[in-house]
């Protein structure tokens, strides 16, 4: 399985991006497709999650500015981000687990792409 995350960029405060991750090599049915963060100096957390069967997490902090979804038929997840804020600086990374999952045990990666928010 490939995953390519796209979509960052520099942004002021109270923007919005949307970031998209291109899933290829996925074969599975059931999955948890997930969007993770890292800041400088702090540790990659999970930011939203989604399941197969469409349910969805999210942590905190973003809840009600982030909404992930997927697209089955297009192979692609997104995250929309809106309201954003500078502690939102991250570099962002999809990732496919084999099964619904809130924590980092996630299969799959793609590489990062950064967002940056300026104040």
């Known amino acids: 399985v490939q995953l390519q995350a796209s979509g960052g960029g520099l942004v002021q405060a109270g923007g919005s991006l949307t970031l998209s991750c291109a899933v290829s090599?996925?074969?599975?049915?059931?999955?948890?497709m997930g969007w993770f963060r890292q800041a400088p100096g702090k540790e990659r957390e999970l930011v939203a999650a989604i399941s197969s069967g469409g349910y969805t997490w999210y942590t905190n902090s973003v809840k009600g500015r982030f909404t992930i979804s997927d697209d089955n038929a297009k192979n692609m997840a997104y995250l929309q981000m809106s309201d954003l804020k500078p502690e939102d600086t991250a570099i962002y990374y999809c990732a496919v687990s084999r099964r619904f999952t809130i924590y980092l045990d996630y299969d799959y990666w793609g590489q990062g792409t950064l967002v940056t928010v300026s104040s």
């Open positions: 090599g996925r074969t599975f049915s059931s999955y948890g």
